[in-house]
T-cell receptor, first 114, second 112 residues
Framework: DAGVIQSPRHEVTEMGQEVTLRCKPI?????LFWYRQTMMRGLELLIY????????DSGMPEDRFSAKMPNASFSTLKIQPSEPRDSAVYFC????????????FGPGTRLTVL | KQEVTQIPAALSVPEGENLVLNCSFT??????LQWFRQDPGKGLTSLLL?????REQTSGRLNASLDKSSGRSTLYIAASQPGDSATYLC???????????FGSGTKLNVKP
């Protein structure tokens, strides 16, 4: 398996623009997680899905953030409009249900909002 | 909400030394605990996962232990090498909710 795939790897945009980050989880994984990592706040869980259904979005910072998972092999995280404070590395991760299964991370998308 | 702490934030050791990284969590009712490695500018690589019913897991030179009663996990690295230099993060899984709380990491530097 190719692991968790994220695109783009780097994104530079201007304040006010819409940004869409994409993730393809590992085939067969039930759970998908979106995280954000910054120097100041470390790694924060934004939202997670179980079988394509959003379970907990309490970590989504504002209404400007939205996430979807239309099928088991694809998820998007959208920021509209983007702001400079959204600059961070965004990670997608997936895992199989059960306490004995590890969480696997994608390579991340480094977002810079000017 | 689970609070996860990793101390120290940074550690520098000479090559060949055995070392222990610490991870503390506030809620003993954890689902599992996972250790990761993160190289600069890269994603997180899973090292070891310990289920709540287990006490330790081993992989090569790495050994992770879990003590739920004291709210602690340790990652033991034997015979450290410069290639072990990275940031090590632990994540505590929350029971019934599948949420994972991360510590801020320990940045390890192994000097040749």
């Amino acid at each position: 398996d190719a692991g968790v795939i994220q695109s783009p790897r780097h994104e530079v945009t201007e304040m006010g623009q819409e940004v869409t980050l994409r993730c393809k989880p590992i085939s067969g994984h039930d759970y998908l997680f979106w995280y954000r990592q910054t120097m100041m706040r470390g790694l924060e869980l934004l939202i997670y899905f179980n079988n394509n259904v959003p379970i907990d979005d309490s970590g989504m910072p504002e209404d400007r953030f939205s996430a979807k998972m239309p099928n088991a092999s694809f998820s998007t995280l959208k920021i509209q409009p983007s702001e400079p404070r959204d600059s961070a590395v965004y990670f997608c991760a997936s895992r199989i249900a059960g306490p004995g299964h590890e969480q696997f991370f994608g390579p991340g998308t480094r977002l810079t909002v000017l | 909400k689970q609070e996860v702490t990793q101390i120290p934030a940074a550690l520098s050791v000479p090559e060949g030394e055995n070392l222990v990284l610490n991870c503390s969590f506030t809620d003993s009712a954890i689902y599992n605990l996972q250790w990761f490695r993160q190289d600069p500018g890269k994603g997180l690589t899973s090292l070891l996962l310990i289920q709540s019913s287990q006490r330790e897991q081993t992989s090569g030179r790495l050994n992770a232990s879990l003590d739920k009663s004291s709210g602690r996990s340790t990652l033991y690295i034997a015979a450290s090498q410069p290639g072990d230099s990275a940031t090590y993060l632990c994540a505590a899984g929350e029971y019934n909710f599948n949420k994972f709380y991360f510590g801020s990491g320990t940045k390890l530097n192994v000097k040749p």
